[in-house]
């Protein structure tokens, strides 16, 4: 069983920059891929980015591609989203998620989300 707790969200200014974090409860969070997904208001979740276990493999979505970056630490049990040159369309819910399948981590039916949080940006 994992759980996941997202932090880092809030209000920024469009051109801005936030730091998602993703912290997972458990001893077996390296044995997990990671992936950040979002969903803005009227649309289906989609994917954002993904994280190999140890972190040799990273996959974004092309929307995202140059001004996000994932990573994650292992030893804390997180998994981070930078974003950089936020736009308007970045506004969304922003889940994180675990899976077992790099294959399913890229697919909106992982084993473990987070609650989700909100990032707003601004004109």
């Known amino acids: 069983q994992v759980q996941l707790v997202e932090s880092g969200g809030g209000l920024v200014q469009a051109g801005g920059s936030l730091r998602l974090s993703c912290a997972a409860s458990g001893r077996t969070f390296s044995f997990y891929h990671m992936g950040w997904f979002r969903q803005a208001p009227g649309k289906e979740r989609e994917f954002v980015a993904a994280?190999?276990?140890?972190?040799?493999?990273?996959y974004y979505a092309d929307s995202v591609q140059g001004r996000f970056t994932i990573s994650r630490d292992n030893a804390k049990n997180t998994v981070y989203l930078q974003m950089n040159s936020l736009k308007r369309e970045d506004t969304a819910v922003y889940y994180c998620?675990?899976?077992?399948?790099?294959?399913?981590?890229?697919?909106?039916?992982?084993?473990?989300w987070g609650q989700g949080i909100q990032v707003t940006v601004s004109s």
């Open positions: 994280i190999s276990w140890n972190g040799g493999s990273t």
């Open positions: 998620a675990a899976d077992k399948s790099w294959r399913q981590i890229h697919t909106d039916n992982n084993d473990y």
